[in-house]
């Protein structure tokens, strides 16, 4: 059974890479084969073999089946800035259709178990009126949410689950990744979170001190998702 799903954030910073990273690393323990992509991303660092931006690198440690670094991340861009003015200023329109053509071949790769990230949350510019939301709308992919529980993640988790919702897509399942361990009254956040998302949880993922996906995994469940018992 080959799936894939699109991973998006509440925010900036929300964790959806530490997520993935998880999701995927599970999967491969559970001998599942693992592709990922981040199709657009800013904030890259030159190295030998060009820009190189460190969480698709981490994405693509994940990565069971062979792809090559341009497979993952075809768009990388230096400044650390949001995407669609990082494009801007190196003279590159993004467009979905831009991002279409290679996240179309990674599905075609048929890895039992396939995420893709976003950039930032659900609105994320692009060129013109775009956003990155129209990628998992036009390869219609359910949606995993990653809620960066602080201080205002239940107004930004419902949002965002309802922009989702308005464009046409399921959220498969979402994960409350803790980035600010001092967050008050964090179990009655985490329980309100739980009554205002309708999808399952696929985990909570408390704050790490290495917050690899080996580690992040064992707070991760598949099951929901349609894998395993």
């Known amino acids: 059974m080959s799936r894939a799903f699109f991973v998006t954030g509440t925010d900036t910073d929300a964790g959806k890479t530490t997520v993935a ?4 690393h599970a999967a491969r323990l559970a001998g599942l084969s693992t592709a990922a992509g981040k199709p657009v ?3 890259c660092v030159m190295s030998a073999e060009g820009l190189r931006n460190s969480d698709a690198l981490t ?3 994940e990565c069971s089946v062979p792809l090559a670094y341009a497979e993952v991340n075809p768009y990388a861009f230096e400044p650390a800035i949001a995407p669609h003015l990082a494009a801007r200023e190196a003279g590159v329109v993004l467009s979905i259709e831009a991002l279409l053509a290679p996240m179309r071949g990674l599905l075609e790769r048929e890895a039992d178990f396939t995420l893709i990230e ?21 390869l219609r992919l359910p949606v995993i949410l990653v809620v960066g529980v602080r201080l205002g993640c239940i107004n930004h988790a419902v949002l965002t689950a309802e922009a ?10 979402w ?14 956040n985490l329980a309100t979170l739980h009554e205002r998302l309708a999808a399952p949880c696929l985990g909570v993922v408390p704050r ?4 690899d996906g080996a580690a992040v995994a064992g707070y991760l ?3 929901a998702l349609g894998f395993g018992d």
């Open 21 to 24: 990273a998880g999701l995927l």
């Open 59 to 61: 994405l693509w440690a």
């Open 221 to 223: 469940s598949l099951v």
């Open 164 to 173: 989702i919702a308005r464009d046409g897509l399921e959220i498969a399942g």
């Open 208 to 211: 790490l001190p290495e917050a």
């Open 118 to 138: 976003g950039a930032g949350g659900w609105r994320v510019p692009l060129s013109g009126q775009a956003t990155l939301s129209e990628l998992p709308v036009a």
């Open 175 to 188: 994960v409350a990744n803790v980035v600010d361990g001092d967050t008050a009254r964090l179990e009655d």
């Open 41 to 43: 991303a800013s904030g």
